[in-house]
């Protein structure tokens, strides 16, 4: 309900939100408004059925991988700071943040991490490596039941000849990061959130 | 001495209620007091946010508003293979072997992400958020600039609503429903061949009053596009008191479920002075027994219009859904209405998850006001001999209304409020994107019916896959 979304948000995490993941104030109190309404449980946190009532989520093939996305390791709940840390990761880029303090962590939203954010989609069981099986298990999960077993196979195959550069048939993250060095990625994993 | 007072102020309010509501609404005329209580409460929540806006800048903060813009800026939609080409860079020409990059997925974890910040269906399912506050508790989202000026006039807000209006509106309430259900047995002791007439005027006394009852301030446009006997009426659905608001201009018969206990009494005498489609909850499941009544109905002229809500449920009247096909299949004229509520007044949305139907007419009858517009559009049959089928039909109509009422047109089904979206879309996601890796297999039939044919055609058909 809109009368909780500004009350039940006090200064101090607004604050520590703002820091951890670059969100103007407005922007972090819309999304809580957001977030409280995907609540149907009002406990304060999401769960994975919470996301799935989303029909465009629901249809979306890798539905699944990106809710996976938002709840850490074995967790089944995520709670507003941890939403808005995975939302982070598609803040657009700004010139003036890269020649902020570089002494600092690199921010949620950087390449880097942008890249890391789609390389856990692909790795299933978060082992930092994609196997031929992780590949071929989100690929069937992209084409549903249009592509026989064989031609899926020959695909994942030539993937990975393609991105390995170490030979132990799998791409780690420096490979990935190697094969998607000329895709705009600040473009294409970003989301232009209105002020 | 008490019980004089008492008795003094209970006559004066009684005659106050007759002469400035009950006779007006018998006679059908109006004296513009609620147009006047209309425009001025307008100054005073324009008045209000401007404060609630000071109160903000003083304590150096922002005020919180809401998303009418969205939260994000979404790209113009389009196909999801231009995306993915646009995604891979150069321009690919057709290959004979799939072809995936691990890019792709940018595109599905995008969309997927831009979803869940903001869709276009759960938001129609929750109350419509507003730019300036309307003294309201329940739509308030600023709590903390509220300076003590504002809130003296929130609570004088609280006393007029509870104190004043609602016992008023009550008080007509009551009136209407009972003259409504006296009004069919004053009927059937009436001669009968006035009866359709007098059965007329008195359920339109009724609804008058209840519209009333609810400070209802309705304007209706394009009357001459109102629905004639032997057709059908479809408008999209708010609240319940849609069906007040449209009966108060004219007679329709109604649609729905037999209900039991009060709302089964009203039904029951509703039925006494015009003739209303009621179902079994057993015989609802039934489409070709519902089709049937509703053919036979329609077939009738001297039957009046019927009403039908073809979303099926409460939307939050900022978009419409899918229309259900069944009422398009019957095969009459069909007479479109858009209805467009003004939530600053009060909002006219029924949030069945949320409210029972007594707590939803306590929050309708303690708000403001219900203003809206009606728009009586022109009829529309179905293009047979063009082929259209009853759900291009349906949604032809959709499109009407929306257009009309300013309304965001959508394709997804009202139903979703409760269920779950089915798999097939999904699985079309799927179809297209495996298109794209593979090509489509109209282009691959047609490689295959071209190599077994002239020599020509064979070596036209080697050259575009050895150029690769």
Request: hydrophobic share 40%.
């Amino acid at each position: 309900m809109g009368s909780r979304a500004s009350t039940l948000l006090r200064e101090e995490e607004i604050e520590e939100i703002k820091k951890e993941t670059g969100f103007s104030h407005s922007q972090i109190t819309r999304l809580y408004s957001r977030f409280t309404s995907l609540d149907k449980g009002e406990n304060g946190t999401l769960s994975r059925e919470d996301f799935q009532r989303i029909p465009e989520l629901a249809i979306n093939p890798l539905g699944d991988r990106i809710i996976n996305a938002f709840f850490p390791e074995g967790e089944d709940q995520v709670n507003f700071r941890g939403f808005m840390r995975t939302l982070a990761h598609f803040r657009p880029i700004e010139d003036n943040e890269k020649s902020k303090n570089p002494t600092a962590s690199e921010p949620l939203n950087s390449r880097t991490n942008k890249l890391l954010f789609a390389f856990r989609l692909y790795d299933l069981d978060r082992d930092d490596k994609i196997s031929r099986d992780e590949l071929l298990q989100v690929l069937r999960m992209m084409v549903g039941v249009n592509i026989s077993d064989e031609q899926l196979g020959s695909i994942a195959d030539r993937t990975i000849q393609e991105a390995d550069t170490n030979g132990d048939n799998s791409i780690s993250f420096n490979e990935f990061i190697k094969v998607l060095e000329k895709v705009d990625v600040e473009q294409k994993m970003s989301i232009r959130f209105l002020h | 001495m008490f019980l004089l007072c008492l008795g003094i102020s209970i006559t004066v309010w009684f005659t106050l209620l007759f002469v400035f509501i009950i006779m007006p609404a018998v006679l059908g005329v109006s004296f513009g007091i609620r147009s006047f209580y209309m425009r001025t409460l307008l100054k005073i929540f324009e008045w209000a946010t401007l404060r609630m806006e000071l109160g903000a800048k003083e304590k150096n903060q922002e005020l919180y508003k809401p998303y009418t813009n969205g939260i994000i800026a979404k790209e113009p939609p389009s196909s999801l293979q231009q995306e993915i080409q646009e995604l891979r860079g150069s321009a690919n020409s057709l290959r004979s072997e799939p072809e995936f990059e691990m890019a792709d997925i940018f595109y599905f974890c995008r969309r997927g992400v831009e979803s869940i910040v903001d869709d276009e269906v759960t938001k129609r399912f929750s109350a419509q958020e507003l730019k300036s506050w309307n003294l309201l508790t329940r739509s308030n989202y600023n709590f903390r600039h509220i300076s003590l000026r504002l809130t003296v006039l929130w609570g004088l807000g609280i006393l007029i609503r509870y104190g004043v209006l609602l016992p008023l509106r009550v008080t007509l309430a009551v009136t209407g429903i009972c003259l409504l259900l006296r009004g069919g047995v004053t009927v059937v002791l009436y001669v009968f061949r006035l009866r359709s007439y007098l059965s007329e005027k008195v359920h339109l006394m009724c609804y008058r009053i209840c519209v009333r009852a609810l400070t209802a301030i309705i304007t209706y446009h394009n009357r001459e596009n109102k629905p004639k006997n032997g057709g059908i009426c479809v408008a999209n659905h708010t609240t319940p008191i849609d069906v007040i608001i449209l009966a108060n201009d004219g007679c329709y018969s109604l649609v729905g479920q037999v209900h039991g206990g009060l709302m089964g009494m009203v039904q029951r005498a509703m039925v006494k002075s015009s003739s209303h489609i009621w179902f079994e909850r057993s015989e609802v499941k039934d489409r070709h027994l519902v089709a049937k009544r509703l053919g036979d109905h329609v077939a009738d002229k001297t039957k009046q219009p019927i009403l039908v809500f073809p979303e099926g449920t409460c939307i939050n009247n900022t978009s419409v859904m899918m229309f259900k096909k069944g009422s398009f299949e019957i095969g009459c004229t069909v007479y479109p209405v858009a209805i467009k509520y003004d939530p600053r007044f009060g909002d006219a949305f029924w949030n069945s998850s949320k409210f029972g139907m007594v707590s939803y007419l306590l929050r309708m009858m303690s708000s403001w006001a219900i203003v809206c517009s009606v728009w009586y559009l022109p009829p529309m049959n179905r293009e047979v001999k063009e082929g259209e089928d009853a759900v291009q039909f349906a949604n032809r109509v959709k499109a009407a209304i929306a257009a009309q009422g300013g309304l965001v047109d959508l394709i997804w089904d009202g139903g979703l409020k409760r269920a779950k979206v089915k798999d097939v879309f999904k699985e079309e996601q799927q179809k297209l994107y495996s298109k794209v890796l593979v090509g489509d297999s109209e282009d691959q039939m047609e490689d295959k019916r071209s190599e077994d044919g002239t020599p020509e055609g064979d070596e036209s058909s080697k050259d575009p896959a050895e150029g690769q």
